[in-house]
């Protein structure tokens, strides 16, 4: 008896799915961990060499500029050249830049070596989730894509226990701290190699035997291409043509909506808790970021439970109630402050597995990247300039009415989402990212 055929977005799971998957995760838990290291590094650091607030802000900040530029470029070049030259770059980058920041003798060195670090994890951002989506079978795109929030939020906490474990060991340890991310970065930069370009990528530049090849190689005897050929080679400027400029709206709109209250909250979680009543320490803290592990646990439940489109209205909805609530009830309403926000918390951490889900589901191949990339740069934009803002508002508006701030902007993404937020859970790869389908198309599934 012969073997069933089976499409690619239909093939079983095998050993290498499991690996991609498994270097995709190394490389979000190494960004968490590099993006959550720096906090802990500063307190060490700007005494040392008596930083000026300017130059604490700037560091603190070094890898959010990085990323923005990187997931641009590196996003776009990698739709000219190929996923797997960039998905090695990356982690050469940042192995290379991590390892000389135990070296630096000033603040213009090490915000020089942050920013190459950032650039690095940009890139990966682009083209680890799209290689990530390009080869993973429908049935598990969403839960895989989404496990990478979860995974990145432990190296984010990993680094916050490592850093406070050797917050004290000795003056110079900020340097042991910032060189331990090469470690993580090396292991997966040296499992990445032999990686295979992807086919989808392949057919896009009309190397369609070459693309056949590897899935024949790495997915099964029996697999075949979903994809023959794509009309014309899409540059940049494709994503704000009429065709795909709504998908880029909604990409960038609705990923800024979302980190901006979530990187500007939790970045000042201390003093924001300290001013609402509540006694700062590290105890609760950690409580705090294992709540958030937890979410974003649930998060892929949710995304395999729910419809994509449902399950990001309505959590904008649930986290603009929860975080307008935080903002005028008084101080004395404990319980109540500490449900919402609690609640807050869960769904915020949930909901970011849709930051990584649908970017790379909306694009089509050809351009795939360079959108992911741009959703990446400006959801980083944002996050840096709401973690600039909120202190400032804080002390000049105070809490309750930089919150209503937040609330607004978690509003905003509400409407954009219903206006916008295409459904594309249980599609083929080349159907989601089918901008001919219209929002109006879609049904809400439990």
């Known amino acids: ?34 993006l959550g290291i720096i906090g802990i590094v500063l307190t060490l650091l700007a005494p ?33 050249i190929g996923r797997q030259k960039i998905f090695l770059f990356n982690f050469l980058l940042i192995t290379v830049a991590s390892f000389l920041q135990f070296f630096v003798q000033n603040e213009v060195e090490l915000f020089i070596l942050r920013v ?34 979860v995974v990145w939020t432990m190296g984010y906490v990993a680094a916050t226990l490592i850093g406070y474990y050797l917050h004290s ?44 090849k590897i899935v024949k190689k790495y997915v099964g005897l029996h697999a075949e291409l979903d994809e023959t050929s794509v009309e014309t080679r899409a540059s940049f400027s494709a994503l704000f043509h009429k065709k795909l400029r709504i998908r880029t709206a909604f990409s960038g709109l609705f990923f800024v909506c979302m980190v901006i209250p979530y990187f500007a909250i939790y970045t000042f979680l201390p003093s924001i808790l300290s001013q609402m009543g509540f006694e700062e320490n590290f105890t609760t803290d950690l409580l705090l970021n294992g709540l958030l592990i937890v ?19 309505s959590s904008f909805a649930i986290l603009t109630i929860c975080l307008l609530m935080l903002s005028i009830l008084p101080s004395g309403a404990k319980f109540l402050l500490v449900l919402f926000f609690g609640v807050f918390t869960l769904i915020m951490s949930a909901v970011n597995n849709l930051a990584i889900v649908y970017p790379p ?26 973690t600039f803002l909120l202190p400032i508002s804080i002390i000049h508006l ?39 389908r219209k929002t109006s198309e879609f049904i809400f599934k439990s």
């Open 295 to 313: 979410g974003s646990v649930f998060g892929i439940w949710f995304s395999v439970k729910f419809s994509r489109r449902g399950f990001l209205i």
């Open 48 to 80: 040392q060499m008596q930083l000026s607030p300017l130059w604490v802000g700037l560091l603190g900040s070094s890898a959010l500029i990085g990323l923005f530029f990187g997931s641009l470029f590196l996003g776009w070049l990698s739709d000219r």
């Open 361 to 386: 589901e909306i694009f089509p191949t050809e351009v795939r990247t360079s959108g992911v990339g741009f959703a990446t740069a400006v959801s980083r934009l944002g996050s840096a300039a709401g």
């Open 1 to 34: 008896m012969t073997e069933q055929k089976f499409y690619l977005d239909d093939a079983p799971l095998n050993k290498f799915h499991y690996k991609i998957t498994a270097l995709t995760f190394g490389a979000h838990f190494t960004d968490g961990y590099a």
């Open 116 to 149: 190459l670090v950032g650039f690095g994890l940009g890139g990966d951002y682009a083209v680890g989730t799209t290689l990530l989506a390009e080869f993973t079978p429908r049935k598990y795109r969403g839960p895989f894509l989404g496990a990478l929030n």
């Open 169 to 212: 060991a000795g003056p110079e340890t900020w340097r042991w701290m910032l060189a331990s991310t090469s470690v993580f970065a090396v292991i997966v930069l040296l499992l990445r190699i032999g990686t295979p370009e992807s086919p989808r990528w392949l057919i896009s530049m009309g190397k369609v035997e070459e693309a056949r």
């Open 398 to 436: 105070g809490v309750g009415t930089s919150m209503l701030a937040l609330t607004a902007v978690l509003f905003i993404g509400t409407l954009v989402s219903i206006a916008w937020a295409p459904e594309t859970k249980e599609l083929s790869l080349s159907e989601a990212s089918n901008s001919k």
